[in-house]
C-alpha cells in the first residue's frame, strides 16, 4: 500500500518527511517523492526506488520547506519511475495518493480534450489536473477539492498542497485510510497513527467520504456531504502505532474495514492497470498444466474452493482442493504436471506445510498464497503469490481471506486467457470488474448498521444455518466459521440444494438460516430454499442485492442489501457481512473477538 505524510511545521520538514516515509516502508513501495513550499512555490524531489535514491536527491538539492507532503508509492497505474513517482503536480495543485480511480481514463480524455497534457501515466495525476481546473474557474481550495472528490469513483487517500496557499495542506479519505495527527502548533496527516508517530500521539481518524484542511492553528474536518464534522481525538503512544487498532475496537473490526485497501493492494500487484491486463508474478505456464491441487486449513480453505469454482469455471482447468490434514494421510492419487498451491495467511500452518512437502516429493510444482513472505511456506515454494493486506492480527481471519480471493480471481482469469478460454476483450473486462471490488467492498462494509441490529436476534440463538448456492456455498461455511470460532455459537454452513437432504430437519422458528443469495444464475433456486425455510418457521435473514430484494419471496425476517455486481466479484462484496454479523453477534456476547478461547493464530502443531 502507498504510504502518505504531510507536516504543516514551524521548522524545516524534510527530515521529517523522510523519517516517516522510512516508518511507511512496511507497506512496501517501488518509488518515493516528497513536495514543500519553498518561497511561497511548491518544489518537489522524487525518486525512483527506495527512500535511499530519494536521500541521494536530496543531498544535491535539499527541500527547505516548512509544509510538505511524502509519498511511497506501490505501483498501480504506470511503472516504477520518477516521472510515475509521487507527489505529481498539475497548475497550481501538488498532490500525493493513495487508492485506484477506476474512472481515471475517461477523466484524463475530458481534461485533454480541454488542452491539459500529462507528465505520468497515473491516475494520480488526472485528480491533480481536475482540481487544478476547479481552482482555475475561481474555487476557493476546500469547495474545488470537494467537486473534485464528487466527480471521482474509486478508492482515495490524499494529501494536496495548492500554490498560493503556503500553510495549508488538504486530505481526504474515501476507502483508504488518513488519520490526522495534532502537534503543539504544527498539525500533519498521514496514512495510519504510524506515520505521525514520530510527531505527536493525539490522532483522530477521518470516516469515509470526510476531507480536511490543516494549517498551524488546527483542523477543519468535513463529511462527504461537505458539511463540518467533528472526530474525536485519540492518543496513540509511538509504540501503540506499529499495530494499532485505530478507532476500532478490535483488531478484528479494523482488519474488517482495512480490506478495501488490502484487496486493493493485492489486486494491484496481479494486474497490469494500464492495460487491464493479468499479470500473475511467477511465470506458471497454466497452458500446460494438468490440474491444479490446492492444499489449507479453516478460511483458507475456503478461499481455495472459491478458487476452485472461479478456475474451473473460467479456465476449463480442473482443480482439487483438499483440507491438508486429510490430504497429507491419504495417499492422494498425483500428477506430477500439475501445480500444488498452499493457501495460507501465516505461511506456518503445520498440516498444510506437510500436505505441500508431500506434493513436492511427487514432483509437483508449488506455489503459495500468503502473507507472511518470510514463511516457511513462501520460503519453500517455487513460485509465491503474497497478498499485500498488511499484519492480521485477529485470530479470526478477515482481509487475509479477501486477499486470498482476489489473487485466485486474478489467477483465474489468466489461466483462462492463457488456455484461450477467454479473449483479450474478455480478460480487460474481467480485470476491470476485479478493479472495482475495492469499492465496492467498501460498499458492503457500510452494511453494517444493518447487520449490527440482526446481531442482537442471533446473538439468542443456539445454533444457526447458513446457505449458499455456486460460490455462495463456500462463503455459507466461511460464515458459520466465523460465527462459531468468535461467538461460540454452533453453525454449519449448507449447500442450499442439499436442504432436502438432511438440513431441512433443523429448521424451527428458532434457528435463524442466513441465506446469500446475490440475483445471479441461482437466485431463483434460492428463493425456493427461502420458501420451504419459511413454510416450516425458519426465521431468514436474506443477504442478495437490489435486484434480489425486488424478487424475493415475502416473509424474510431481515433483508440485508449488498452492493450490486458482476458475480466474478460477488465473493468479495459478500464477506463484509458475514464478517461483521460475527463480529457483532461476539461483541454482543461479550466474546473475547481478538483472542476466542481455544484458538491460535496460526497452528504450527498438528
Ligand atoms: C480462520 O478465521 C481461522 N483462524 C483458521 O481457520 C485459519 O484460517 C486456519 O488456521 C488456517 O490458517 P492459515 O491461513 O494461517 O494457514
Request: with cysteine; aromatic share 6%.
Amino acid at each position: 500500500m502507498c504510504g502518505i505524510i504531510g507536516v504543516v511545521g514551524k521548522t524545516s520538514v524534510q527530515e521529517r518527511l523522510i523519517a516517516s516515509l522510512k516508518r511507511l516502508e512496511y507497506r512496501g513501495y517501488d518509488s518515493a517523492g516528497i513536495a514543500g513550499f519553498v518561497d511561497g512555490k511548491v518544489e518537489r524531489r522524487r525518486a525512483k526506488g527506495k527512500i535511499r535514491a530519494l536521500e541521494d536527491v536530496l543531498a544535491d538539492q535539499p527541500l527547505n520547506a516548512t509544509v510538505g507532503i511524502g509519498h511511497t508509492r506501490w505501483a498501480t497505474h504506470g511503472a516504477p519511475s520518477a516521472p510515475n513517482a509521487h507527489p505529481h503536480t498539475q497548475g497550481r495543485v501538488t498532490l500525493v495518493h493513495n487508492g485506484i480511480i477506476e474512472n481515471y481514463a475517461e477523466l484524463r480524455e475530458r481534461l485533454r480534450a480541454q488542452g491539459r497534457t500529462f507528465e505520468s501515466e497515473t491516475d494520480t495525476e488526472v485528480i491533480a489536473a481536475l482540481l487544478d481546473s476547479e481552482l482555475a474557474g475561481g474555487a476557493e481550495p476546500l469547495a474545488a477539492l470537494k467537486a473534485t472528490l464528487d466527480q471521482l469513483v474509486g478508492a482515495y487517500a490524499l494529501g494536496v498542497l495548492v500554490d498560493g496557499f503556503p500553510s495549508l495542506i488538504m486530505g481526504a479519505r474515501r476507502g483508504s485510510p488518513l488519520v490526522v495527527g495534532y502537534g503543539d502548533g504544527e498539525m500533519f496527516i498521514g496514512s495510519d497513527a504510524l506515520a505521525v508517530g514520530p510527531f505527536t500521539s493525539r490522532v483522530c481518524y477521518l470516516d469515509e467520504g470526510d476531507y480536511v484542511a490543516i494549517d498551524h492553528d488546527g483542523a477543519r474536518i468535513f463529511d462527504q456531504a461537505g458539511k463540518p464534522a467533528k472526530r474525536a481525538i485519540r492518543t496513540v503512544p509511538a509504540s501503540a502505532a506499529l499495530v494499532e487498532k485505530g478507532n476500532y475496537r478490535h483488531f478484528m473490526e479494523k482488519e474488517i474495514h482495512d480490506q478495501p485497501e488490502g484487496c486493493q493492494h493485492t489486486i494491484t500487484a496481479y494486474v497490469d492497470t494500464l492495460n487491464a491486463r493479468t499479470a500473475i508474478p511467477g511465470g506458471v505456464d497454466f497452458a500446460s498444466l494438468a490440474r491444479i491441487q490446492i492444499v489449507a486449513c479453516g478460511t483458507s480453505y475456503i478461499a481455495g474452493m472459491l478458487g476452485k469454482y472461479m478456475i474451473e469455471q473460467l479456465a476449463d482447468l480442473p482443480v482439487d482442493v483438499e483440507i491438508a490434514s486429510e490430504f497429507r494421510y491419504r495417499q492422494p492419487a498425483l500428477q506430477s504436471d500439475s501445480l500444488v498451491v498452499a493457501m495460507s495467511q501465516s505461511g506456518e500452518t503445520a498440516d498444510t506445510l506437510a500436505a505441500l512437502r508431500y506434493c513436492q516429493a511427487k514432483g509437483m510444482r508449488s506455489a503459495a498464497v500468503v502473507n507472511a513472505q518470510e514463511s516457511t511456506m513462501a520460503r519453500e515454494v517455487d513460485v509465491v503469490w503474497p497478498i499485500h493486506c498488511g499484519p492480521e492480527i485477529g485470530v479470526a481471519s478477515t482481509k487475509a481471506f479477501t486477499a486470498q480471493i482476489c489473487v485466485l480471481t486474478a489467477v483465474a482469469v489468466a489461466a483462462a486467457r492463457a488456455r484461450g478460454k477467454i479473449d483479450e476483450a474478455e480478460e480487460q473486462r474481467l480485470v476491470r470488474v476485479l478493479l472495482e471490488a475495492p469499492r465496492l467492498v467498501a460498499e458492503s462494509i457500510k452494511l453494517e448498521d444493518a447487520v449490527q441490529r440482526v446481531a442482537t436476534e442471533v446473538a439468542k440463538a443456539r445454533d444457526v444455518l447458513y446457505l449458499g448456492r455456486g460460490p455462495m456455498f463456500p462463503l455459507s461455511l466461511e460464515g458459520a466459521l466465523k460465527l462459531k470460532e468468535i461467538s461460540y455459537i454452533h453453525a454449519e454452513g449448507y449447500a442450499a440444494g442439499e436442504l432436502k437432504h438432511g438440513p431441512i430437519a433443523l429448521v424451527d422458528d428458532k434457528t435463524p438460516i442466513v441465506i446469500l443469495a446475490p440475483f445471479d444464475s441461482y437466485f431463483e433456486k434460492s428463493a425456493s430454499n427461502m420458501n420451504e425455510v419459511m413454510a416450516r418457521g425458519g426465521q431468514v435473514i436474506f443477504i442478495t442485492d437490489a435486484d434480489g430484494e425486488k424478487h424475493a419471496p415475502k416473509g424474510a425476517r431481515v433483508v440485508v442489501t449488498a452492493p450490486r455486481c458482476d458475480p466474478l466479484i460477488a465473493p468479495l462484496v459478500y464477506s463484509p457481512p458475514i464478517q461483521l454479523l460475527a463480529y457483532h453477534v461476539a461483541v454482543q456476547k461479550g466474546a473475547d473477538v481478538d483472542q476466542p478461547r481455544n484458538l491460535a493464530k496460526s497452528v504450527t502443531v498438528e
